[in-house]
């Protein structure tokens, strides 16, 4: 991308979708992959489910060796928690309630420990999931919180030039949830940090981890795949642009009928790959 690459990036944001993508290809597809996919699951031991979000499907596509450990209990960390976190603060930001990631952090967890109470009340509104956690926190550990949220946010909060999206983007917002028809038992769930509106189709931002996977296309097509799934039309973005932070790295994926089949068949990959853990490590409890 050409320097200054805030610029480039929103203008990548702002540009006018190239391709339009047919509903009924979407509705093709959606059938398609409902049907490869049910047969699949059909092989999942009984009582268990698989909800395929982004960790689960990187993890299948990188380090399939990895799936059939057992899924452990859920322990908040500062690394988990610094990107909801740092999305509450950046909304703020966004919405000039907060005039820096740091400062807008700050109010974030502060707001979080007034709400929470010891006994799991609820007080002036809902706590969020990790308030109660980080107010039984030491004064170390609630800087380690705060330090992780404010990196992360000021490195969204420099990424683009806000000032010229025009309706504000969502910030974060509600993920998209496909449940697979003739079965109950498996979920596509995709995400994204930033989602620009527009005429047309959206675009949208989603923020890694270290270094881009080697399948970066699948990757990102992954959330655009889901939100065509779920809500189909003109809700199916137009590009995705991802960004890896510690590494400096951006790609951008143009989203059309290719790109979306393409994603679509690395998801019958990875749901494959993930039944067959799953069967695997039945069989290793058994022996």
Do not use: N
């Not at 988990?80 to 909304?91: D, F, H, K, N, V």
């Not at 109470?117 to 926190?137: I, M, N, V």
């Amino acid at each position: 991308l050409s320097l200054p690459r805030a610029r480039a990036l929103t203008d990548a944001l702002l540009a006018p979708a190239t391709d339009e993508i047919a509903a009924e290809e979407i509705t093709h597809l959606r059938s398609q992959l409902a049907g490869d996919l049910a047969a699949l699951v059909e092989e999942l031991p009984v009582g268990e489910r698989l909800r395929l979000d982004t960790f689960r499907f990187d993890l299948a596509r990188e380090h399939p060796e990895r799936c059939s450990g057992a899924d452990g209990p859920f322990v908040p960390s500062p690394r988990i928690c610094r990107r909801t976190i740092g999305l509450s603060a950046m909304a703020r930001c966004v919405r000039r309630w907060s005039p820096t990631p740091a400062v807008a952090v700050a109010e974030v967890l502060a707001a979080g420990v007034e709400d929470a109470t010891d006994d799991g009340d609820q007080s002036s509104s809902r706590p969020p999931w990790w308030a109660g956690w980080y107010r039984g926190l030491s004064a170390g550990g609630r800087a380690m919180v705060e330090a992780e949220a404010v990196t992360w946010a000021t490195q969204l909060w420099t990424a683009l030039e806000w000032d010229r999206f025009a309706p504000p983007p969502i910030i974060g917002g509600g993920d998209d949830w496909w449940d697979c028809p003739g079965t109950r038992v498996l979920t596509l769930r995709g995400r994204a940090e930033v989602k620009v509106r527009s005429d047309g189709p959206p675009a949208l931002l989603v923020v890694g981890s270290g270094l881009p996977p080697s399948d970066w296309r699948s990757a990102l097509g992954f959330p655009a795949l889901v939100t065509a799934l779920a809500r189909g039309g003109k809700s199916t973005p137009s590009r995705v642009v991802g960004m890896w932070p510690a590494s400096g790295q951006v790609r951008i994926l143009p989203v059309d009928s290719e790109a979306l089949r393409d994603t679509a068949t690395t998801v019958v990959c990875a749901v494959a790959t993930w039944v067959d853990a799953r069967l695997e490590a039945q069989g290793s409890r058994v022996a």
